[in-house]
């Protein structure tokens, strides 16, 4: 059954320093020496694709769509 949906756009969340992932980059990158993981500079592409979050009015239920590439995104 269909409900009314709610729209709004996808931001990414703070990272937590606690996680496992985040603590052992942190341990990898202490000291001296060069960074784990490369640094990108340069991007061929100039927009990025944009997730839309799609929450049910009815009963809160929240997923995610993945949107096309837009240089402008305008939610009404
Ligand atoms: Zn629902």
Do not use: D, N
Not at 2 to 9: C, K, R
Not at 15 to 20: Q, S
Not at 50 to 66: D, E, P, S, W
């Amino acid at each position: 059954m269909h409900t009314a949906h709610m729209i709004s756009l996808y931001k990414k969340g703070k990272e937590r320093t606690l996680a496992e992932g985040t603590r052992r980059y942190a341990k990898k990158k202490r000291g001296y020496g060069s960074s784990r993981k490369p640094i990108q500079k340069r991007f061929v592409k100039v927009t990025k694709k944009q997730a839309l979050k799609v929450t049910c009015k009815k009963c809160g239920h929240q997923y995610q769509r993945i949107g096309i590439r837009l240089k402008r995104l305008e939610v009404t």
